[in-house]
Nanobody, 124 residues
């Protein structure tokens, strides 16, 4: 089973960009759809973006569409989330997750493997 480790979080100012990464340790990364979720204090975990096993299909939450880009490099067992024009409301712990499916799921219930999360804080 895959194990996922996020990195690249940090403190940035509103309008800045940041890229978070998620490295998988297993040998079956290319068979998993990958997703990014986030959870702010006192709020439920919410979908951010997802990408299909081949990277040809992506889905985004309306709140990040046009600002965030999800991508993957199967040769490196890594998925990325490029975040541009960050806003204070983007502040959250960002989690990557893996779903063993050919679809591009947006519900966290479809994801069976989760990373530990990385904190992204956007100051105004």
């Amino acid at each position: 089973q895959e194990q996922l480790v996020e990195s690249g979080g940090g403190l940035v100012q509103a309008g800045d960009s940041l890229r978070v990464s998620c490295a998988a340790s297993g040998r079956t990364f290319s068979t998993y759809a990958m997703g990014w979720f986030r959870q702010a204090p006192g709020k439920e975990r919410e979908f951010v973006a997802a990408i299909s096993v081949t990277g040809t299909s992506t889905l985004y939450a309306e709140s990040v569409k046009g600002r965030f880009t999800i991508s993957r490099e199967n040769a490196k067992n890594t998925v990325y989330l490029q975040m541009n024009r960050l806003q204070p409301e983007d502040t959250a712990v960002y989690y990557c997750a893996a779903a063993y499916t050919l679809l591009v799921p947006t519900s966290p219930y479809h994801y069976s493997v989760w990373g530990q999360g990385t904190q992204v804080t956007v100051s105004s």
